[in-house]
């Protein structure tokens, strides 16, 4: 769970850069990101139904890109990103940085990055229950709450 920056002044008067990565780019960077995901699924239980091999096709694919976040030109996390007709979907989010999420570091690039692209919105969703206070924290709000049950062909 993130910390305010407050907490964090090592953060405060950084250099936050955010890079799109391109298509030629990704096989040589996605392995740097790899151990992240990994890091996200367990965290979220391991009930996240995608895994590094999804995101990299998706990425592959180009229905979603990849955003590298660089603090005072070091690496401290990254995004993927969907961009939907109105609204940036962020779908997997990581900070390098101990105690500081992702949305402390890079929310005002992400908010530029998404007014670039033509979008009104940023939303994200989790089955962690400690970002109800960090999503409060950047100004996000609950739109919905969903459930699932996942279901398994049987023998028949």
Request: glycine share 8%; charged share 25%; with cysteine.
């Amino acid at each position: 769970m993130g910390v305010s920056l407050d907490n964090a002044p090592e953060v405060v008067d950084s250099q936050v850069e955010l890079s799109i990565v391109l298509q030629e780019e990704l096989a040589a960077i996605f392995p740097t990101i790899v151990p992240g995901i990994k890091r996200v699924k367990l965290r979220d239980g391991g009930d996240v139904t995608w895994n590094e091999y999804t995101v990299f096709h998706e990425l592959k694919l180009g229905t979603s890109e990849l955003v590298i976040v660089t603090l005072d030109g070091d690496y401290a996390g990254f995004l993927v990103v969907t961009k939907a007709p109105t609204y940036l979907f962020v779908w997997v989010a990581y900070s390098d940085l101990t105690g500081v999420d992702i949305f402390d570091i890079a929310l005002t690039q992400l908010e530029d990055l998404a007014r670039d692209a033509g979008c009104n919105a940023i939303k994200f969703g989790t089955t962690r229950r400690g970002w109800e206070k960090v999503g409060k924290k950047h100004g996000f709000f609950a739109e919905e709450i969903r459930y699932s049950k996942r279901i398994y062909e049987q023998a028949r």
